[in-house]
T-cell receptor
Framework: EAQVTQNPRYLITVTGKKLTVTCSQN?????MSWYRQDPGLGLRQIYY???????DKGDVPEGYKVSRKEKRNFPLILESPSPNQTSLYFCASSLFPGTYEQYFGPGTRLTVT | DAKTTQPPSMDCAEGRAANLPCNHSTISGNEYVYWYRQIHSQGPQYIIHGLKNNETNEMASLIITEDRKSSTLILPHATLRDTAVYYC????????????FGKGTTLSVSS
């Protein structure tokens, strides 16, 4: 089944404790991205990647890191999480950069205390 | 990018057609109209997109006016599982740019 998977789905952590949210797609898509969703602010893009080893900042990249060493994986790294990063996170992928038929993962609900 | 305007909420009876409007009066010639939906806190789901012509797939139909300033997403036989927030997005297919989700329309389907 074609899909985007994220792990973990739920995470409660404390300020400053490094964490990684994994994202994997099995559709051989070139483009992958991370969004966060907050009440009243909608979905905002954090980082995106147009292909392996090619990543760039989205609208809200502060406090996040990403890497794209393999085509299928695009982990989101929070080196020192803070409470303002409490949010619902979505990974998405599409076949090529610039196409907007994107496939979204199920989401990761992160709480930082 | 063109701005879109959608009603904040709509109701629909189960089994009836749901017609969701979207205004995009400043749309440019190379911009597509995309529709996504999000069922309570799940990942957004692509529904359909179009440039000029009307489009239909297994989920929905998209009707774009001749002047392209507005469009309507039609769910022909709404079910309870179609209750969701529906987003109309207008965007050119440019590499490296994000989907911009506005507030969307909350569609409530009831029996």
């Amino acid at each position: 089944e074609a899909q985007v998977t994220q792990n973990p789905r739920y995470l409660i952590t404390v300020t400053g404790k490094k964490l990684t949210v994994t994202c994997s797609q099995n559709m051989n898509h070139e483009y992958m991205s991370w969004y966060r969703q907050d009440p009243g602010l909608g979905l905002r893009q954090i980082y995106y990647s147009m292909n392996v080893e090619v990543t760039d900042k989205g609208d809200v990249p502060e406090g996040y890191k990403v890497s794209r060493k393999e085509k299928r994986n695009f982990p989101l790294i929070l080196e020192s999480p803070s409470p303002n990063q409490t949010s619902l996170y979505f990974c998405a992928s599409s076949l090529f950069p610039g196409t907007y038929e994107q496939y979204f993962g199920p989401g990761t609900r992160l709480t930082v205390t | 990018d063109a701005k879109t305007t959608q009603p904040p909420s709509m109701d629909c009876a189960e089994g009836r057609a749901a017609n969701l409007p979207c205004n995009h009066s400043t749309i440019s010639g190379n911009e597509y109209v995309y529709w996504y939906r999000q069922i309570h806190s799940q990942g957004p789901q692509y529904i359909i997109h179009g440039l000029k012509n009307n489009e239909t797939n297994e989920m929905a139909s998209l009707i774009i006016t001749e002047d392209r300033k507005s469009s309507t997403l039609i769910l022909p036989h709404a079910t309870l599982r179609d209750t969701a927030v529906y987003y109309c997005i207008v965007r050119a297919n440019q590499a490296g740019t994000a989907l911009i989700f506005g507030k969307g329309t909350t569609l409530s389907v009831s029996s």
